[in-house]
């Protein structure tokens, strides 16, 4: 099952996008990108919140490399280790988490979370749109005007949140879980 793994799964695939999405956020994650607000505020958002996307959209891909036949034979459920292996990636990307800020983390658990959840319900494809439309939407819609006239985040909008806001982090936490149980449910479309 190992070489099932690395050779037919590629989960090699999504540590290296973890890690161009680190090198991406170290190296130009503050640079701001011009996106409209719709809701009357101004200004960009940084490419970091564009950057959890690659990694997203790796385990995506691995997760789509499949051999049905393969894995309805197999001993040990593949859906369990294809969660132990998101679930350490998350871990994973929370360890190096201080060289680039706890948001990237926390928005790669939290569009992870999105992508795992949206795939139960529509094809892979359709998931990786899902997840770039709710960071689409995150980004137009959740700030604000604050009373000193800066630009805020709106509670919801998990993605833009600070860094060190402890309640998007447990929100992300509690979706990202919520996302694994719903995603490793039968009768998902197409597997």
């Known amino acids: 099952m190992r070489i099932y793994f690395s050779v037919v799964r590629r989960w090699w695939i999504a540590p290296a996008a973890l890690a161009l999405t680190l090198l991406v956020c170290w190296t130009s994650g503050g640079t701001e990108l011009p996106v409209p607000?719709?809701?009357g505020t101004s200004g960009?958002?940084?490419?970091?919140?564009f950057a959890p996307l690659l990694v997203v959209m790796a385990v995506l891909f691995c997760l789509d490399r499949r051999l049905?036949?393969?894995e309805d034979t197999a001993v040990?459920?593949?859906v369990l280790r294809d969660h132990a292996t998101v679930t350490g990636l998350v871990v994973l990307a929370?360890?190096?988490g201080p060289w680039v800020g706890m948001d990237v983390p926390r928005n790669v658990m939290l569009l992870l979370a999105v992508a795992l959840a949206a795939r139960r319900f529509v094809n892979t494809a359709a998931a990786g749109a899902v997840c770039l439309?709710?960071?689409a939407v995150t980004l137009t819609t959740g700030r604000a005007q604050?009373?000193?006239g800066h630009v805020v985040a709106r509670e919801w909008a998990l993605v833009i949140q600070p860094a060190g806001n402890t309640?998007?982090?447990v929100a992300s936490a509690v979706l990202f879980a919520l996302a694994l149980a719903v995603s490793s449910a039968r009768g998902v479309p197409g597997r």
């Open 133 to 135: 439309v709710v960071l």
């Open 167 to 169: 309640g998007a982090w």
């Open 146 to 148: 604050g009373a000193t």
């Open 68 to 70: 049905g036949e393969v």
């Open 76 to 78: 040990a459920p593949v």
């Open 44 to 49: 960009g958002v940084r490419l970091r919140y």
């Open 94 to 96: 929370h360890a190096v």
């Open 37 to 39: 607000s719709f809701l």
